[in-house]
């Protein structure tokens, strides 16, 4: 077959394949850039066809230049193009890439209208097949280098589209992308080879119509698949730093400018596009090891057959699962790391994870690789159909064939699990159940190559799931934990309330019952006043200490003498009759602190101090200095408390023994002492006693 009959052929195959996109598919964004891209393949090769049919310079000279000039905006367009299959977040790309976006269509227009469509600078005289060879010049040396640089980056967003597609997805556009990629290359390729040799020899031509061949068939094969438009996926932007795409660019130009050098030090250079040819080919090969998932799965398991080696590398694995799920706090962000993982980890295109709500009566979607929310409702089991479900996993740890199954319940997750292609593999349903509690279900299929899943799969499966069944049953315990603080709170505040005003009540409601009688009694009246009074200071002195857990602490520091601070406090205290009060006061420096919030302190530890104190207790307040700290003292002979008590109540607010208290005042303490960067220490026993030491820096 000619060169003329190839291009003819890829032309007509292009320009059938942009109708069919437009008329029989729906139309986006995509779907246009589709269609125009390969309308100007089509003409292109159009032109190129009557460029080798024509026999005269001047009208080959002028097909070539035609054909040119269309070319020119081929790479533009299929760069909107990979900027936008696929994608689920195009506008936010498109903006990103405005400005290269216009340099890709602003230079090449400028390169046509500064040539004025004139590419060819000369001809070589006909060959034994009548085609004449034309010579590009300055103008057109320059639009093949751009040619160049933009089919990289086409490639390169194909590359990072694939990379961040995964499981349903990436079989959905698989072939899309490889027929673009095989595209590209080929015209990568080729742009090289006639900057190289500053000629378009005719047989390039003749693979760039082959490629376009290869091309049409492949994405032929891709259309006939459900969905092939339908993906988003949001490739990361660190993407183009590990491109597989630009690493094999550089090395296949490197290598190739090398062997052109070689050639044309030995005096042979009529070779250089076959050396060429061969290095583009091992280059396609090796990218092809390195981003197909069935290669890769061969790659496994050759090794694991011919060098006595697991299938999985089961420290990778747990590595991997440990950083993807520790950071995962929320339930769906959690399920939906673990379908990936299983995913990647079982080379399953479709995995789907199911929860048993609380009431055990229902299974709800929680994440998927294949399934969106829409459908998953759509494929929701009925009660009964949930129920044996949930019956017959209880009891089952083990990872079960669904598809070898003749089981009611088996049946059901079928539908659950719906197959997207045939011969993909058996599906396989995993209970997640930890601590004998089923958290959920776990429905996987669709394997790389319809590979059947073995003994060690199973078996990592089986430990996988335990782990993920753990994961989420931590969550869910963790919320639960969270809820029920909230609730323990909220019924302590309530609790003490309901208490103190009941008394409060009481009172008023006594006072009220005797007012009538005893109204015009003086003494009474004086009574009722006091009364009143005294409760409205005691719910003011309430409402006053319960703002505390609310309001910011702010903390005044001022450079103080702690042994005089603590002087001036004990004034009051000294006056109690019934205690002893004994002070031992060492010589300390002066030191930057709040007198207010310290004094308050200090006036809170004592008071406790005095109603722990029985007949015959005492008080002593000391101070001391510790290396960089100073010390103050507070210890009492009175009841003490537990050791219970000290570890899981002291600091905690509304927790006190005592009969009257609130609980208020230690955690206020604790506050105060640490927005001064110090601390406080406690030691007590029953019966003989307490002792506080409140820290505070020098600096």
Same mark, same amino acid.
């Given at each position: 077959?000619?060169?003329?009959?190839?291009?003819?052929?890829?032309?007509?195959?292009?320009?059938?394949?942009?109708l069919a996109v437009v008329f029989l598919e729906r139309r986006s964004r995509a779907h246009w850039l589709f269609a125009l891209g390969m309308a100007l393949l089509a003409v292109e090769r159009l032109f190129a066809g009557f460029a080798a049919d024509s026999f005269l310079a001047d009208e080959a000279a002028a097909w070539h230049n035609r054909g040119l000039v269309i070319g020119a905006f081929v790479p533009p367009i299929w760069l909107c193009f990979s900027l936008s299959y696929g994608r689920g977040d195009q506008a936010r790309v498109f903006a990103r890439w405005r400005f290269r976006l216009a340099?890709?269509?602003?230079?090449?227009?400028?390169?046509?209208?500064?040539?004025?469509?004139?590419?060819?600078?000369?001809?070589?005289?006909?060959?034994?097949? !009548?085609?004449?060879?034309?010579?590009?010049?300055?103008?057109?040396?320059?639009?093949?280098?751009?040619?160049?640089?933009?089919?990289?980056?086409?490639? $390169?967003?194909?590359?990072?589209?694939?990379?961040?597609? $995964?499981?349903?997805?990436?079989?959905? +556009?698989?072939? $899309?992308?490889?027929?673009?990629?095989?595209?590209?290359?080929?015209?990568?390729?080729?742009?090289?080879?006639?900057?190289?040799?500053?000629?378009?020899?005719?047989?390039?031509?003749?693979?760039?119509?082959?490629?376009?061949?290869?091309?049409?068939?492949?994405?032929?094969?891709?259309?006939?698949?459900?969905?092939?438009?339908?993906?988003?996926?949001?490739?990361?932007?660190?993407?183009?730093?590990?491109?597989?795409?630009?690493?094999?660019?550089?090395?296949?130009?490197?290598?190739?400018?090398?062997? &052109?050098?070689?050639? &044309?030090?030995?005096?042979?250079?009529?070779?250089?596009?076959?050396?060429?040819?061969?290095?583009?080919?091992?280059?396609?090969?090796?990218?092809?090891?390195?981003?197909?998932?069935?290669?890769?799965?061969?790659?496994?398991?050759?090794?694991?057959?011919?060098?006595?080696?697991?299938?999985?590398?089961?420290?990778?694995?747990?590595?991997?699962?440990?950083?993807?799920?520790?950071?995962?706090?929320?339930?769906?962000?959690?399920?939906?790391?673990?379908?990936?993982?299983?995913?990647?980890?079982?080379?399953?295109?479709?995995?789907?994870?199911?929860?048993?709500?609380?009431?055990?009566?229902?299974?709800?979607?929680? @994440?998927?690789?294949?399934?969106?929310?829409?459908?998953?409702?759509?494929?929701?089991?009925?009660?009964?159909?949930?129920?044996?479900? +949930?019956?017959?996993?209880?009891?089952?740890?083990?990872?079960?064939?669904?598809?070898?199954?003749?089981?009611?319940?088996?049946?059901?997750?079928?539908?659950?699990?719906?197959?997207?292609?045939?011969?993909?593999?058996?599906?396989?349903?995993?209970?997640?159940?930890?601590?004998?509690?089923?958290?959920?279900?776990?429905?996987? !299929?669709?394997?790389?190559?319809?590979?059947?899943?073995?003994?060690?799969?199973?078996?990592?499966?089986?430990?996988?799931?335990?782990?993920?069944?753990? @994961?989420?049953?931590?969550?869910?315990?963790?919320?639960?934990?969270?809820?029920?603080?909230?609730?323990?709170?909220?019924?302590?505040?309530? &609790?003490?309330?309901?208490?103190?005003?009941?008394?409060?009540?009481?009172?008023?409601?006594?006072?009220?019952?005797?007012?009538?009688?005893?109204?015009?009694?003086?003494?009474?009246?004086?009574? @009722?006043?006091?009364?009143?009074?005294?409760?409205?200071?005691?719910?003011?002195?309430?409402?006053?200490?319960?703002?505390?857990?609310?309001?910011?602490?702010?903390?005044?520091?001022?450079?103080?003498?702690?042994?005089?601070?603590?002087?001036?406090?004990?004034?009051?205290?000294?006056?109690?009759?019934?205690?002893?009060?004994?002070?031992?006061?060492?010589?300390?420096?002066?030191?930057?602190?709040?007198?207010?919030?310290?004094?308050?302190?200090?006036?809170?530890?004592?008071?406790?101090?005095?109603?722990?104190?029985?007949?015959?207790?005492?008080i002593r307040v000391e101070t001391s200095r510790r290396d960089s700290w100073v010390v103050l003292g507070v210890a009492d002979n009175g009841c003490g408390m537990s050791p219970e008590f000290l570890e899981r109540s002291l600091f905690r607010p509304f927790r006190t023994t005592k009969k009257n208290g609130i609980g208020i005042g230690m955690f206020h303490c604790k506050m105060i002492v640490e927005a001064h960067r110090g601390r406080i220490e406690v030691e007590s026993a029953l019966g003989k006693g307490t002792a506080f030491r409140v820290l505070l820096p020098l600096t």
């Amino acid at each position: 077959m000619d060169n003329s009959t190839l291009a003819f052929l890829s032309a007509f195959c292009a320009g059938a394949m942009a109708l069919a996109v437009v008329f029989l598919e729906r139309r986006s964004r995509a779907h246009w850039l589709f269609a125009l891209g390969m309308a100007l393949l089509a003409v292109e090769r159009l032109f190129a066809g009557f460029a080798a049919d024509s026999f005269l310079a001047d009208e080959a000279a002028a097909w070539h230049n035609r054909g040119l000039v269309i070319g020119a905006f081929v790479p533009p367009i299929w760069l909107c193009f990979s900027l936008s299959y696929g994608r689920g977040d195009q506008a936010r790309v498109f903006a990103r890439w405005r400005f290269r976006l216009a340099a890709a269509f602003l230079i090449p227009l400028g390169l046509v209208l500064a040539s004025g469509g004139r590419f060819f600078a000369s001809f070589d005289p006909p060959g034994p097949d !009548g085609y004449r060879t034309p010579h590009p010049g300055t103008f057109a040396f320059f639009l093949y280098l751009v040619f160049l640089l933009t089919t990289i980056v086409v490639l $390169m967003n194909l590359e990072g589209t694939y990379r961040a597609s $995964m499981g349903m997805m990436r079989w959905r +556009i698989k072939f $899309m992308i490889l027929g673009l990629s095989a595209l590209f290359v080929v015209r990568a390729y080729t742009s090289s080879q006639t900057l190289l040799s500053r000629a378009a020899d005719p047989g390039l031509q003749t693979v760039n119509s082959i490629a376009l061949l290869v091309a049409c068939l492949l994405i032929t094969r891709s259309l006939l698949r459900v969905g092939h438009f339908e993906v988003d996926v949001y490739p990361s932007q660190s993407i183009l730093y590990s491109s597989v795409t630009l690493l094999l660019s550089g090395c296949y130009l490197i290598i190739v400018g090398v062997l &052109a050098k070689l050639l &044309a030090f030995l005096g042979g250079g009529a070779s250089l596009q076959e050396q060429a040819l061969v290095v583009l080919v091992l280059l396609v090969i090796l990218s092809m090891v390195l981003l197909s998932d069935r290669v890769r799965l061969y790659i496994k398991r050759f090794l694991s057959r011919h060098f006595q080696r697991p299938i999985h590398d089961y420290r990778s694995v747990w590595r991997t699962f440990t950083e993807r799920t520790a950071r995962q706090v929320e339930q769906s962000e959690l399920a939906d790391a673990l379908v990936k993982l299983v995913s990647e980890i079982f080379q399953a295109h479709s995995a789907t994870i199911w929860l048993v709500d609380e009431a055990k009566e229902k299974l709800a979607f929680a @994440a998927s690789t294949s399934l969106s929310p829409a459908k998953a409702d759509l494929l929701a089991l009925d009660p009964a159909a949930t129920a044996e479900v +949930i019956k017959a996993l209880r009891g089952h740890p083990d990872p079960v064939d669904i598809d070898a199954s003749k089981e009611i319940w088996a049946s059901a997750l079928r539908r659950c699990h719906p197959e997207e292609f045939r011969n993909a593999g058996n599906r396989i349903a995993v209970s997640l159940a930890a601590a004998t509690e089923l958290v959920g279900i776990l429905t996987l !299929g669709e394997r790389v190559g319809g590979e059947p899943f073995s003994l060690q799969d199973l078996d990592l499966l089986k430990s996988v799931s335990y782990q993920a069944a753990t @994961a989420l049953l931590n969550v869910q315990l963790s919320h639960r934990l969270s809820q029920a603080k909230q609730l323990e709170a909220f019924q302590a505040m309530s &609790a003490f309330f309901v208490h103190d005003l009941k008394n409060t009540a009481s009172t008023l409601s006594l006072m009220l019952q005797n007012l009538p009688v005893h109204y015009q009694d003086p003494t009474f009246r004086q009574d @009722a006043l006091r009364g009143i009074s005294k409760t409205v200071t005691h719910i003011n002195d309430v409402i006053s200490r319960l703002t505390l857990l609310r309001q910011e602490l702010a903390i005044r520091p001022v450079e103080c003498d702690l042994n005089q601070l603590v002087t001036e406090a004990l004034e009051a205290q000294e006056q109690v009759p019934g205690v002893e009060l004994v002070k031992q006061f060492q010589p300390l420096p002066k030191v930057r602190l709040d007198p207010v919030q310290i004094e308050k302190v200090l006036t809170n530890l004592v008071l406790n101090a005095r109603e722990a104190l029985g007949p015959g207790g005492h008080i002593r307040v000391e101070t001391s200095r510790r290396d960089s700290w100073v010390v103050l003292g507070v210890a009492d002979n009175g009841c003490g408390m537990s050791p219970e008590f000290l570890e899981r109540s002291l600091f905690r607010p509304f927790r006190t023994t005592k009969k009257n208290g609130i609980g208020i005042g230690m955690f206020h303490c604790k506050m105060i002492v640490e927005a001064h960067r110090g601390r406080i220490e406690v030691e007590s026993a029953l019966g003989k006693g307490t002792a506080f030491r409140v820290l505070l820096p020098l600096t």
